[in-house]
């Protein structure tokens, strides 16, 4: 399949037991350094014996998501129309009218610009006490709706001019930004 850059909306969280040093790690200060990377308040959580999980509430996804996912695609491509796999996922999650419909439609329908995939996974710094920190092994399954650049550099333009606008949207705080490029070195 190769590598990709991927942009999506967490859908949801598992930290296994088994990677950790339960006499070291809380779990209240788990939740306090994930709690820097993600609003958990849009999370329900739960516990069992293997791990601790974090599942998006349905209703999070409710409201105004096809407006924020048709800003996302007009900043990845601002200079020509959307193109038919933006607007296949603008129309289809248009006539969901639940959240659970959305997770729905990224886990079960095979859309190019909206799907889950649920094998990410990142090391979670956790304050261990007040001089040592901790990596915790965090799986990630994420709402994608954008993946670009597959190991190889020329599908990248896209991408890098879309972290580009995201960045030009502090400009009333930072002016300098309207003169910030993101490149790859040679």
Known sequence: MGTYLVTGIVKDIAIPKKHMRPTTLSIDNITASLQ???NLVHYTFEEDEDG???EIKPEALEGNLVEFLNAQFRMYQPYKP???YMEQVLAELGKAKTGQEIIDVACEQEL????Y???FIEYLSVK????FDGDVRVHYGLMAYFMD???IMECYKSILRYFEHLLRLQRDKFPIVDCVKVMISS
């Open 149 to 151: 650049g597959k190991i």
């Open 52 to 54: 601790y999980y974090w």
């Open 128 to 131: 261990l006490n007040e001089h």
């Open 112 to 115: 190019m610009n909206f799907k």
């Open 82 to 84: 959307l193109d038919e």
């Open 36 to 38: 820097k990377e993600l």
């Open 117 to 119: 995939f649920d094998y």
